[in-house]
């Protein structure tokens, strides 16, 4: 499923339009990256929770050469699913 897809199924049963949907979702994600920009954490209730995490600098291997490489620290982006979210997964 896309964001498109993702519009046109919300849209069809809120009964609100394409248009308003539309900046809906792309006022949460937007809303959802600028915190976890701000090192904050966003926690959805049943769903799960997005955070950013700190990853330090470490040594790697080019795959080609053998090589050894510095891979430099950095904060990359995580998302938790929640428990009924990964409850509905499972089958459960």
Do not use: C, H, Y
């Amino acid at each position: 499923m896309n964001k498109a897809d993702l519009v046109n199924k919300v849209s069809a049963q809120t009964g609100e339009t394409k248009t308003v949907v539309s900046s809906v979702v792309d006022t949460l994600i937007e809303t959802i990256v600028d915190a976890v920009v701000d090192k904050k954490k966003v926690s959805i209730l049943g769903f799960g929770s997005f955070e950013p995490r700190d990853r330090s600098a470490r040594q790697g291997l080019n795959p080609k050469t053998g090589e050894k490489i510095a891979i430099p620290a950095k904060t990359v982006p995580t998302f938790s699913a929640g428990k009924l979210f990964k409850d509905r997964v499972q089958g459960g």
